[in-house]
């Protein structure tokens, strides 16, 4: 009997998933099909030009646009239907992939063709993101989000480290044309799964959109909603904080490793990192975040923050190796927590607006971190920390001069910062004894939508 009883409590959360497992499966390979195209399509524009400038671009059409458009999608999602919308766009994104196949098939594929269908895709992926995010507390009761956003970067992280090695084979055996019509098969899967489940709506919103003047009316509304709790505030400047670090180390990591190593150890430690992320995914999905999601948000970016300063310490392999692999476990947790409290403490009806001006400053914090990096890495700090620099006999003496020390003192200053910020917004919490239930509120008490 006892038995029994154990055996469902371990099947009660299958269950009650059941309707997002299948949601995340389809969708876990569309995006996994995705990432095998964005890699095949880099080598393509390597390959053709040999200039690292047009490969730039075309993660510039990629990135850039769907950040800044995100506002507006997300008032657009919060009044259409949200399975539709997802529908829509994947067939949109389907349909760039199909256009880049039979451009290619007939010899006609030029670089500008790859900067256009960036751009779209940039545009179909806003969408995507933000509907899949409203969604989800839709499909998942709150309890069980921490676990369901665990699997999403669970996935994420699985398509980040077999694409490159996937998108290497399928090029060498079918090349470029092989590899789009895998991803549109992988469109269909997802598409498939869409039309099998339901994605519950919530109610609709009282404010109409009927031109640009509204849907402008309608992000003020979704600003209101988090500039009128400090809570969320306090949140959103967090995180655009974290994401600022984030791109920051991006950039860094690379230089930081080849500055004393081989390209081979390179890719050996990114490995590494890798199957820490993979291990992180894993654990988030398992765990679930426990009952409360501030104080874990705050003590993996603290924890971050260390791994952080490990890897900038010294030019140090397995240094560095522990740092990343330990920056990069906590990375799938930190965006899970944190997805979790936004789901949460904001009401569906409202949650495209939200989410959609989060992912706009989180991702402009992202893109200038990424642009800080080497201006002031190259132009200060690898001067400062060169072997006759003005920080040779204070700093220098702690983490050595030369080469990539000053990447690594940029790099220790971020895991710092970090480090610094988590720890006083955690105490901030504790020690004011706010009860996390007032602080993500039942989502259903919120008036006038």
């Known amino acids: 009997m006892q038995m029994m009883k154990h055996l469902n409590q371990l099947i009660e959360p299958i269950r009650e998933l059941r309707n997002f497992i299948i949601f995340w499966l389809g969708q876990s390979v569309s995006e996994i099909g995705n990432r095998l195209t964005g890699f095949g399509l880099s080598i393509w524009v390597y390959q053709n030009t040999h200039a690292v400038a047009q490969l730039s671009l075309v993660l510039f059409f990629t990135i850039l646009p769907g950040v800044l458009i995100t506002p507006f999608v997300g008032a657009l999602v919060d009044k259409w239907h949200r399975?539709?919308?997802?529908?829509?766009s994947e067939i949109g994104a389907a349909t760039v992939i199909l256009t880049l196949a039979l451009l290619l098939l007939t010899d006609n594929l030029q670089l500008w063709h790859t900067y256009v269908a960036a751009f779209f895709t940039s545009v179909c992926g806003s969408f995507q993101m933000t509907a899949k995010a409203a969604a989800l507390p839709m499909m998942v009761s709150s309890n069980q989000?921490?676990?369901?956003?665990?699997?999403?970067?669970?996935?994420?992280?699985v398509g980040q480290l077999a694409a490159p090695v996937l998108a290497g084979i399928i090029i060498v055996n079918f090349q470029l044309q092989g590899l789009l019509m895998?991803?549109?098969?992988?469109?269909?899967?997802?598409?498939?799964?869409?039309?099998?489940i339901d994605i519950p709506q919530p109610e609709p919103s009282i404010i109409p959109i009927t031109g640009i003047t509204a849907i402008f009316n309608n992000i003020f509304y979704g600003w209101e909603n988090i500039s009128s709790r400090l809570f969320l505030i306090i949140m959103l400047a967090f995180m655009t904080i974290n994401s600022f670090v984030n791109g920051m180390t991006t950039v860094l990591i690379n230089p930081l490793i080849l500055s004393f190593s081989t390209a081979t150890t390179y890719g050996s430690i990114m490995s590494i990192a890798g199957c820490g992320m993979l291990a992180g995914s894993i654990f988030m999905s398992i765990w679930g975040g426990g009952k409360k999601s501030i104080s874990p948000l705050f003590i993996f970016?603290?924890?971050n923050g260390i791994a952080l300063v490990i890897a900038g310490l010294k030019p140090s392999v397995p240094l560095i190796t522990l740092g990343i692999s330990l920056s990069f476990f906590t990375l799938p947790i930190i965006l899970s927590t944190n997805a979790t409290i936004w789901q949460n403490s904001v009401h569906p009806n409202v949650q495209g607006r939200v989410l959609g001006l989060f992912y706009t400053i989180t991702g402009l914090g992202?893109?200038?971190?990424?642009?800080?990096?080497?201006?002031?890495?190259?132009?200060?700090?690898e001067p400062m920390l060169d072997v006759d620099g003005v920080l040779a006999n204070s700093i220098g003496r702690l983490i050595e001069t030369g080469p990539g020390r000053g990447i690594g003192f940029l790099m220790?200053?971020?895991?710092?910062?970090?480090?610094f910020v988590s720890i006083i917004l955690f105490n901030y919490f504790y020690f004011q004894h706010i009860d996390e239930e007032l602080l993500v509120g039942d989502r259903k008490t919120v008036e006038n939508l």
């Open 412 to 419: 220790i200053m971020e895991g710092v910062l970090m480090l």
């Open 83 to 88: 399975k539709t919308t997802i529908i829509i």
């Open 145 to 157: 989000m921490g676990r369901a956003n665990g699997l999403i970067h669970f996935s994420s992280a």
């Open 366 to 381: 992202a893109a200038f971190g990424t642009l800080s990096a080497s201006p002031l890495t190259d132009t200060i700090l």
């Open 182 to 196: 895998i991803d549109l098969c992988s469109y269909l899967i997802g598409f498939l799964t869409l039309l099998i």
């Open 301 to 303: 970016s603290s924890l």
